[in-house]
Structures are given as structure tokens and as C-alpha cells.
Nanobody, 122 residues
């Protein structure tokens, strides 16, 4: 599966953005999906994960209550709705996919999108 993330941009603190990740290829609905983020010089950090069916989600403590992950299997797309954005959310966001459920471990996901930059101004 190939992934393409989009939706990043510049927003003021307290604002919202919705990231999208479109998958090409067949069997998107079989993949568990995750969102991660990475600042320059730092390790990739877990943000959110959703199961193949959409029935199960997991969030990093830093985004819980502000971000929502969802998916539309008919559109081969996973979303990350980001509300109440903070300047510390400013980083590049990546979507990832795997047939196995690796939850919050970025080292184990097999497929990655190219990243989309989110900038939150104070």
C-alpha cells in the first residue's frame, strides 16, 4: 500500500486542522493505521492509531481529548482531526499502515507516507 498525507499548514494556536492520508492499492480496510510526528533531530513520536475496522483507537497522552483519528474505508482514507492546537504541535506528521496492529511503535509499521508539515503560531 502507498500512502499520501495532506492537510498540513499554518494555523494559530487554538485553531484546528484536519489531516488526510489516502492509500492506494487494494485491501486498505485490512490495514491498521497510525499517525506519528517527528521534530528535527528527534525520534518519531506516536500520535494516534486506529484499527482496521475503526472500532478501536489509541491516543498519545499529549493529544488525548484534542485529536481524533477516524477512517473511511470506502474512500481509502484515514483522518486526523486536530483541535485546540498548540505551538508544541508544530512538526511534520506522518501516516503509517501495517497489516499487523503495532499500536504505538513506529519502528514496526511497514508503510509510510511522505509527511505533511503543521505549523502552529502563538
Amino acid at each position: 500500500v502507498q500512502l499520501q498525507a495532506s492537510g498540513g499548514g499554518l494555523v494559530q494556536a487554538g485553531g484546528s486542522l484536519r489531516l488526510s492520508c489516502i492509500a492506494s492499492g487494494r485491501s486498505f480496510s485490512r490495514y491498521h493505521m497510525g499517525w506519528f510526528r517527528q521534530a528535527p533531530g528527534k525520534e518519531r513520536e506516536f500520535v494516534a492509531r486506529i484499527s482496521w475496522s475503526g472500532d478501536s483507537t489509541l491516543y498519545a497522552d499529549s493529544v488525548k481529548g484534542r485529536f481524533t483519528i477516524s477512517r473511511d474505508n470506502a474512500k481509502n482514507t484515514v483522518y486526523l482531526q486536530m483541535n485546540s492546537l498548540k505551538p508544541e504541535d508544530t512538526v511534520v506528521y506522518y501516516c503509517a499502515a501495517d497489516l499487523k496492529d503495532y499500536y504505538n511503535n513506529p519502528r514496526l509499521y511497514a508503510h509510510w507516507g511522505q509527511g505533511t508539515l503543521v505549523t502552529v503560531s502563538s
